[in-house]
């Protein structure tokens, strides 16, 4: 419990100067929070377009697929304000032998270099996407469920560990890579299977690779299974998978991260 | 007499020098081969994606056999998506911009005001070879790929087509490559334009109809995105591709592109030499 403490005393104080940082130059962070509200809105004028053409995709009507568009983008703002800006910087500190001075630091390496810095800029994408959630639960006249959305914020929390697993798994190919400047593409190439319903793998060759990105390589279900939730079903045996896929791959994201620390040669020293 | 001969020497000293420019580069590509597979694997992903998502849209939309949205047919759709891809192939610029201005912020110019090099004429041949290397090593997969998508296509387009086909692709090459030049250069009046060039950066992922193909927007808007040069980052060439731009308007829409390719290259070689007139050298 202690050591808890510690580390959320030392993430706050890391918040407090990323903000103060941030803050010093207003200009550019609003810039950043522009450039985040006008990608919701390129994503908002897409679905409308889409759904001017149809009035249902893969089994998901307008408002429950905005639903999906909110819920997937307060995930990719929650994994960007909290991790992505610092597995960003991994293979650069890889490459330049930097990383020696955060392992010689008295705290967990992980927590150091997946969570030492907020990008605050991303922050209100979270809201963005909770508020486009609300409005298309208010379109759809969702009547107030406090176990549903319970199992959701459940669920919610397990798609992020999902998503953080994977950005640890990617960032710590960097050590084997030496190269791996790109990761923020990589990472937004990766999470393609999170921006659309699961039901869109349909068909002979489709099926498979949805099988595989769900049971194999758990990455749909991180935004599909909470989405599904609160404005379509409860499936019990893929919440409960994801459940287990969420810790199972906390652990695995570790243990690879650690593997690869130990294949760490610093560079410059 | 002699000074013919001589002036042809000087002329292939010059190409020799952005040869040897784009040999180095091209070698630098090649170093990080496993960072450089894994990113092309991935970008495939994202195609895989959008091509099921329209499956679903025509299907929801119940025209998946034959029928239309905004003018494409679901094969149409397909086919477009994928050429989209081959156009960026060859206009995308990453990094490009954000090396000019550093380069300035930083007061790196100085090589290129020291040094018998321009600096246009050298991140051209720099581009082209990390270009001629990417399309080399991803000619194998995306070959693959379209062999796989073969029936999403109505055929190979008519001779003429296909030539108009690849000059608008090189073209698309030159205008991304001075787009971002020109960006690039206004780190000469501000000290930090990374944010900026990120709004550039997601506007022209929709501006360039890399997203969807702009016909499927209310006609007013459609026209509007097709006015504009980032349209020949993606669209315009699939859309010749796909016969979308009538035969006899082939050559005139070239021109139009080939208008705005040289007229990018001026303002990118302008702002140049407006900006060394402000340029300091700070930290060089």
């Not at chain 2, 007499?1 to 040999?23: F, N, Q, S």
Request: overall charge positive.
């Amino acid at each position: 419990m202690r050591t808890l403490l510690h580390y959320g005393r030392l993430w706050l104080a890391f918040a407090r100067f990323g903000l103060m940082r941030e803050l010093s130059f207003r200009g550019n962070f609003l810039v950043k929070v522009s450039v985040e509200l006008l990608w919701l809105i390129i994503l908002l004028i897409f679905y409308d377009m889409v759904f001017t053409h149809t009035s249902v995709v893969a089994d998901w009507s307008r408002e429950e697929y905005l639903f999906f568009v909110g819920c997937y983008y307060a995930l990719g703002g929650v994994i960007e304000t909290l991790f992505l800006i610092n597995c960003g910087e991994f293979a650069e500190l890889v490459r330049t032998g930097d990383l020696d001075f955060y392992l010689l630091l008295p705290a967990n390496e992980q927590f150091l270099i997946t969570s030492r810095d907020l990008d605050w800029a991303t922050l209100p994408n979270i809201f963005l996407g909770a508020g486009v959630s609300m409005l298309a639960l208010m379109q759809l006249g969702w009547d107030f469920d406090l176990g549903r959305l319970l199992l959701f914020l459940l669920l919610f929390a397990c798609g992020v560990a999902l998503a953080y697993s994977f950005l640890v798994l990617l960032t710590a190919a960097s050590v084997w890579l030496v190269r791996n400047q790109s990761l923020y593409e990589v990472w937004w190439l990766f999470t393609t299977f999170m921006r659309y319903p699961r039901e869109i793998f349909a068909g002979r060759w489709a099926y498979p690779i949805g099988w595989f990105f769900t049971f194999v390589v758990p990455v749909i279900v991180a935004t599909n299974v909470p989405a599904r939730v609160m404005v379509k079903v409860l499936e019990p045996e893929l919440a409960a998978y994801t459940l287990l896929a969420s810790a199972v791959l906390l652990v695995l994201s570790r243990k690879v991260f650690y593997l690869a620390l130990q294949h760490y040669r610093s560079a410059s020293s | 007499m002699l000074r013919r001969p001589a002036r042809l020497g000087a002329l292939l000293g010059e190409v020799g020098k952005y040869g040897r420019i784009a040999r180095i580069a091209l070698v630098e590509r090649l170093a990080y081969r496993l960072d450089f597979i894994l990113s092309t694997l991935l970008r495939f992903l994202p195609m895989l994606t959008t091509i099921l998502l329209w499956l679903a849209v025509y299907a929801g939309a119940g025209q998946l056999s034959g029928g239309q949205l905004g003018g494409f047919s679901l094969k149409e759709m397909i086919s477009y998506l994928l050429l989209v891809h081959i156009s960026r192939m060859f206009s995308s610029m990453p990094g490009l911009a954000q090396g000019i201005a550093r380069d300035i912020r930083e007061g790196n110019l100085k090589k290129y005001l020291l040094q018998p090099i321009s600096i246009l004429p050298y991140l051209l041949s720099y581009r082209a070879a990390h270009k001629a290397a990417y399309i080399t090593m991803t000619a194998v997969p995306y070959a693959l790929l379209f062999f796989l998508c073969r029936d999403f296509f109505a055929g190979w387009p008519s001779a003429p087509v296909l030539a108009a086909y690849l000059l608008s692709l090189l073209l698309g090459f030159l205008i991304g490559f001075f787009l971002e030049a020109a960006l690039g250069m206004l780190g000469f009046w501000f000290l930090e334009v990374s944010s900026f060039l990120y709004v550039m950066g997601t506007l022209t992922f929709f501006l360039s109809g890399h997203m969807f193909p702009f016909d499927l927007l209310p006609a007013v808007f459609a026209q509007v995105l097709k006015a504009l040069p980032f349209q020949y980052l993606a669209y315009f060439p699939a859309a010749i591709f796909l016969d979308k731009v009538p035969q006899e308007a082939l050559l005139s829409a070239l021109m139009t592109e080939a208008v705005w390719a040289l007229a990018l290259a001026l303002l990118a070689s302008w702002l140049y030499r407006c900006g060394l007139r402000r340029y300091s050298a700070y930290g060089g």
